[in-house]
């Protein structure tokens, strides 16, 4: 390690993260930890497949090994261009993960390393290999090894060792090894061939008696006799590892894969075709999720027990939005992520919009997209898992606590770099997809984990599509610029991209003389805000149709609009004359509002019209309310005033809430809103790769703790007496060291007495002297420290070959 430059330590740091946190003191503690099994099996579960298969032919070569032995295990006696020009590239890879070490002619793997890829009965290697000659015949005896040695046509020898060497030598021979088994009876070849490619272990029943074995003539004891099989247990057999390589022609994997598979384009379309197609999907889900969120604007449904939502709100919500429940949990799942709705933490715990919905609804269409678009693109939510089953068999629900999936955000990332690595205006289908994700990163949790991955890739492109960041399944302009800009001016530059292919918003509607409205096309937020109250919607599409109701006109009023600002805003906003028909019914609902009056008593009914009032008292109806007349003007009833508001309603009439006061109240439908609310945290899969800022100033920690680790001191200024062992300079001398040191960023030896009166030495790096105080790096606590000067004893230099 000691021999890296410092690029060559930052870019292991970068390569593992998982070695930053925390800074290691030195670069002992940077090799010792870089050595760990969790480092390691975390370090190998990045590398892409050739790199992983170069790691697993080093695991199974001598130690140390030779590069012209590894590359002979990679290319095998044929050879291959492709991996020999491959192989440097994927060696330097591991030696900047520091999975490998030594020179060309003694390239060691990392002892972690070769344990997790070695081959062992219980855990064979994934070449497919088993164990050597030396280590299957460990456990015989030596009169059995002189058996094989003589059956195999050998010169007997002295000792199990020697016997060993020879077989070794013998079956890595290829063509003495071909000679030998030129005398095999028939179906040796196809024992051979089974075992040959892994695994090497077979059941054989009698494989164990070496009596049998010499005298018998069947193809597997035959093998046994000459040592191509070792008995591995009472029944079972093993082919040793010099046997194999040289029966697959020396190669150490049946299939090397130095070269990535190629993404095939699946379409091809204009690129202009491709931006429009993507901007129309990205503005359809804004409006999406605008409906959706609003739609909770007086409370959304109540939170389960275990979290999340109930499959009856879920087909609610899908209902409403007019669409699948697949697509429905979607974009729930986009909302939350974006940190438009949350619980709202109350005792009967429900989801409400949370005040970043209003930010977001002020923001311009772009812009609103822009967010959606990068939480989704980090979230590790995974929306398709819902309805179906966790490990203990619970369903998985909407914004429920189990659907988070560490792998989401990188396939989802990685799919849509894929697709900006193809051609302008060229798509990709999954199945192109997966194979190219698989080379690039082999999981190592079996077939499951790699399920979820293939099921992610599906999700991917199809939730790409809905967002547009693709459209017809190619990336768009503004997806693109959304990778490949810098985190921090991502969303700003995909929303420049993406606004001048919007349609942009219009200031009008048509009215006609059917009582609805028709937009053709999306509205400007205010005028769809106001239209949304005083309307209701009837279908979408390219038009959205607005059809006014009694219902509808009555909701406008209760929200603190009179019937003249109804009328002003009509004729304001429409191309077409008011219809007459429209103006009689906003005349007609305005002239009946609030005539009846419900408050609290437990409630009552107020109205100056005597007639009216008895008209309600005779109404069948309302018998259920518990209605009797206080006054003239004045009912009382026994139900609660919401109750007794809905029951009047749907007998025809239009009452208004009244305050205590005896004020009108004025409802909005806009007034349930969580506490403030943090979008959820993506849950990361592994530690984040550090910044250059980071990297630099861990590379400057670790060498200054290197230094300091391995450093002599020189002697103190002044003779220190008996029993006082600290540094001793002047205060002045203290302050002038000290600034020399953060300029020549030079590590210094301090003697520091605390505020208990306890000496310390201690080895530190200032980094700013100020205020009376010093600001350092402090090797001895591997953390940055502020101490009084006024604490310090003195300072000394390290020696000059501490370096």
């Known amino acids: 390690m000691r021999a890296r430059g410092d690029d060559a330590v930052a870019a292991l740091l970068l390569a593992r993260p998982d070695l930053v946190n925390p800074v290691p003191g030195d670069l002992t503690q940077l090799a010792t930890r870089a050595g760990t099994r969790a480092s390691v099996v975390r370090a190998l579960e990045h590398l892409d497949r050739f790199t992983l298969q170069t790691a697993e032919a080093l695991a199974i070569a001598p130690d140390p090994c030779p590069y012209e032995t590894l590359r002979a295990l990679m290319t095998g006696d044929e050879g291959s261009a492709e991996i020999v020009a491959a192989l440097p590239k994927t060696l330097a890879a591991l030696r900047t993960n520091a999975l490998v070490w030594g020179g060309d002619d003694r390239l060691r793997l990392v002892r972690t390393a070769r344990d997790l890829l070695a081959p062992s009965p219980i855990a064979p290697s994934p070449t497919g290999l088993g164990p050597t000659v030396a280590e299957a015949a460990a456990g015989m005896s030596p009169g059995r090894l002189q058996q094989i040695v003589a059956d195999a046509g050998l010169p007997a020898t002295h000792d199990p060792v020697s016997a060993v060497a020879a077989l070794t030598a013998l079956f890595s021979d290829r063509v003495r090894l071909e000679a030998l088994l030129a005398e095999a009876p028939e179906g040796t070849q196809a024992v051979l061939e089974r075992l040959k490619w892994g695994p090497p272990y077979g059941d054989v029943a009698q494989a164990a008696d070496p009596v049998r074995a010499r005298t018998a003539d069947t193809p597997v004891q035959w093998l046994l006799a000459r040592g191509l099989l070792l008995p591995a247990g009472h029944h079972t057999v093993v082919l040793p590892r010099e046997t194999a390589l040289r029966l697959r022609g020396g190669r150490a994997h049946q299939a090397p894969e130095p070269l990535p598979p190629e993404v095939a384009p699946a379409a091809r379309y204009d690129a202009q075709v491709v931006d429009g197609t993507g901007a129309g999907q990205a503005f359809t889900a804004v409006r999406t999720v605008e409906e959706l969120v609003k739609g909770w604007d007086a409370g959304g449904p109540l939170v389960l027990r275990a979290g999340g939502m109930s499959v009856r709100d879920l087909k609610r919500t899908a209902a409403v939005l007019d669409t699948t429940e697949e697509l429905a949990a979607f974009w729930l799942e986009t909302a939350y992520a974006a940190g438009l709705v949350a ?34 693109l980090a979230a590790t939510r995974t929306p398709g898992l819902v309805g179906g089953r966790d490990a203990k068999g619970r369903t998985l629900s909407a914004l429920g606590p189990d659907l988070d999936r560490s792998l989401a955000p990188g396939v989802r990332r990685r799919v849509l770099e894929l697709l900006a690595a193809l051609p302008d205006g060229a798509s990709a289908r999954p199945e192109e997809l997966l194979p190219r994700l698989r080379w690039e990163r082999p999981l190592r949790g079996g077939a499951s984990l790699d399920e979820l991955r293939a099921r992610i890739v599906q999700w991917t ?33 995909a929303a420049d991209r993406l606004r001048p292919l919007l349609p942009e918003p219009l200031d009008h509607v048509l009215l006609q003389a059917d009582l609805t409205a028709v937009a053709p096309g999306p509205l400007r937020t205010v005028l769809a805000e106001t239209l949304g109250v005083l309307a209701d919607i009837e279908s979408k599409g390219g038009a959205t149709v607005y059809r006014f109701t009694p219902e509808s006109v009555r909701r406008a009023l209760d929200a603190g609009r009179t019937a003249d600002d109804l009328h002003t805003f009509l004729a304001t906003h429409s191309r077409t004359p008011v219809p007459q028909p429209l103006t009689y019914l906003i005349d007609d609902v305005a002239r009946r509002h609030g005539r009846l009056r419900v408050g609290a008593a437990s409630a009552y009914v107020r109205c100056d019209d005597d007639a009216l009032l008895a008209e309600i008292l005779a109404d069948r109806r309302a018998a259920g309310l518990g209605l009797r007349r206080l006054a003239a003007t004045v009912l009382a009833a026994q139900s609660e005033p919401v109750t007794l508001l809905e029951r009047l309603r749907t007998m025809g009439f239009a009452p208004a809430a009244e305050s205590a006061e005896g004020d009108v109240l004025i409802t909005r439908a806009d007034a349930r809103r969580t506490p403030p609310r943090a979008a959820p945290v993506p849950v990361p899969d592994g530690p984040p790769r550090p910044d250059q800022t980071l990297l630099s100033a861990a590379v400057k920690a670790i060498r200054a703790g290197d230094r300091a680790a391995t450093a002599a001191r020189k002697p103190a200024p002044e003779p220190a007496a008996r029993g006082a062992r600290l540094p001793r300079t002047t205060s002045a001398e203290t302050l002038a060291t000290m600034q020399a040191a953060v300029l020549t960023g030079e590590a210094l030896w301090i003697g520091y007495v605390n505020a208990d009166g306890a000496a310390s030495q201690r080895v530190i790096e200032p980094v700013r002297v100020e205020g009376g105080f010093v600001t350092a790096y402090d090797h001895t606590a591997d953390e940055v420290r502020t101490y009084p000067l006024h604490r310090i004893t003195g300072v000394a230099e390290l020696a000059e070959d501490a370096g």
């Not at 989801?351 to 997209?369: H, I, K, Q, V």
């Not at 459209?471 to 969303?491: K, N, Q, V, Y």
């Open 343 to 376: 619980s709202d933490g109350e005792v009967d715990e429900a989801y409400a919009p949370t005040p970043g919905f209003d930010e977001w609804l002020r923001l311009p269409t772009e812009d609103r997209w822009a967010r959606l678009a990068s939480a989704w």
């Open 461 to 493: 492109v199809q939730e790409a599509e809905l967002l547009g960041v693709t459209g017809r399944g190619a990336l768009s302009a503004h997806g693109r610029t959304l990778l490949a800009e810098a985190p921090g001016t991502a969303l700003e530059a």
